[in-house]
């Protein structure tokens, strides 16, 4: 479905990615692990149209991304879930799931993708009329994946969503990512979290310093000695 290929992205004659190839198949729920300031948010960031790449490749369903205006992304079947959210504090949970189904192809659908987040996501409907901002971490993280769902995209790119939640809203949050992968949405997944991202992923790659230098199945991944290297002394690995 999403074929990277030798993908650079430099900003200004800084590089911050360096040749990265990964391939997402129809249905995949594929992760990307890596220490803070590997590249992770650039690389997810540069697959959802907001970075321009300065060489390399992007294709969904062979058809070229890196041409494509980074407003045409989300009629490509990509929705991004960005790193810290990015609600519209003083607009209702209501209010901002809907900005997510404004595409063409999502409108018509609106309400019936409205229940299927908020049966995703129980708490949310309790919420719909409230200030997103009032919100907790976890339920604005809800509220930011659902926002996305409502796009009905064929690829979903999450960006830390675990970041600044209590390790329990973390496993309710993976337990929903996995959720929407089996629904038939395909995931690509930035996380420093590597356990548990790696619990969920079917193939996983390895980040570092702009680079690809791992992958492989999720279980292969989690043994591997770069991976050990790379998280030396964070203890995200055991």
Known sequence: MLDVHALRVHYGAAPALSDVSLAIADGELVCVV?????GKTTLINTIAGLHEATSGTMTMDGRDLTTLPPHRFCGAGIALVPEGRRLFARMTVRENLEIGSHRRGARSARQASLDAVCALFP???????????SLSGGQQQ???IGRA?????RLLLLDEPSLGLSPLMVQAMFGAIRDVNDAGTAVLLVEQNVTTALAIADRAYLLEEGRIVANGSANDLLSHPDLRRAYLGVGAVR
């Open 149 to 153: 769902l409502m796009a009905k995209p």
């Open 142 to 144: 809800m509220v930011a």
């Open 34 to 38: 890596g220490p803070n300031g590997a």
């Open 123 to 133: 708490a949310v409907r309790d919420k719909l009329e409230t200030p997103a901002g």
